[in-house]
């Protein structure tokens, strides 16, 4: 089992829906919660940070942390054509004097219908 | 503004060769960190420097090996490349040891014949 499971979808919603996102995970270790968004064949594109549990909310996007669950989420308001892409979830667990690799979830394919 | 660098975009190799690949950090970020993404997969760690040091260390395979230069770019040597290999690198940079903001490359796709 992987540490971080998301599910791949694809997910497919009209324009102007609320989209959730969703990913789990088994180490309780991770503090920094991490929402990127991929295009294809492009870079990971850091859409939001959160540290511990909590809510965080940037335009369009709110990303939540429930670690009591180990249940973190994305949501995006009026979504758009261009959000249709792949949105990855990541996770770290800061151990101090250093920088940590990434622990991704395998990203949900959502399109945004017009 | 200023975005990770990665170079060669696109490189294809022979079973057996070696690869270089580089990575300029965005500037006033001292940290890199290496990733491997195979096709329809999530980024795969393999290896991270801070300050010019080795700070952590993913599924990097022993073929493999990086550095973190003076002026903070960083490559990643890859020898005795085997078809597994083919797959988009791609090279992300932090801002001291802040891991949960790190800012990725537009990636090397490497193919290996």
């Known amino acids: 089992q992987k540490e971080v499971e998301q599910d791949p979808g694809p997910l497919s919603v009209p324009e102007g829906a609320i989209v959730s996102l969703n990913c789990t995970y088994s180490?309780?270790?991770?503090?920094?919660f991490m929402w990127y968004r991929q295009y294809s064949r492009k870079g990971p594109e850091l859409l939001m940070y959160?540290?511990?549990?909590g809510n965080k909310e940037d335009g369009r996007f709110t990303a939540q942390v429930d670690k009591s669950s180990k249940y973190i989420s994305l949501f995006i308001r009026d979504s758009q054509p261009s959000d249709s892409a792949t949105y990855l979830c990541?996770?770290?667990?800061?151990?101090?004097?250093?920088?940590?690799?990434?622990?991704f979830g395998k990203g949900t394919h959502l399109i945004i219908q017009p | 503004a200023a975005g990770v660098i990665q170079s060669p975009r696109h490189l294809i190799k022979e079973k057996r060769e070696t690869a270089t690949l580089k990575c300029y950090p965005i500037?006033?970020?001292?940290?890199v960190y290496w990733y491997q993404q195979g096709p329809g997969q999530d980024p795969q760690f393999l290896i991270s420097?801070?300050?010019?040091?080795?700070?952590d260390k993913g599924s990097i395979p022993d073929r493999f090996s990086a550095q973190q230069f003076s002026d903070y770019h960083s490559e990643l040597n890859m020898s005795s490349l085997e078809l597994g290999d083919s797959a988009l690198y791609f090279c992300?940079?932090?801002?001291?040891?802040?891991?949960?903001?790190?800012?990725f490359g537009p990636g090397t796709r490497l193919l290996v014949l």
């Open positions: 992300a940079s932090s801002p001291g040891d802040r891991q949960e903001t790190q800012y």
């Open positions: 180490n309780s270790a991770f503090q920094y």
């Open positions: 959160t540290y511990s549990s």
């Open positions: 990541a996770m770290s667990a800061y151990e101090g004097g250093g920088a940590d690799g990434l622990t």
């Open positions: 500037p006033r970020h001292d940290t």
């Open positions: 420097f801070y300050e010019k040091m080795q700070s």
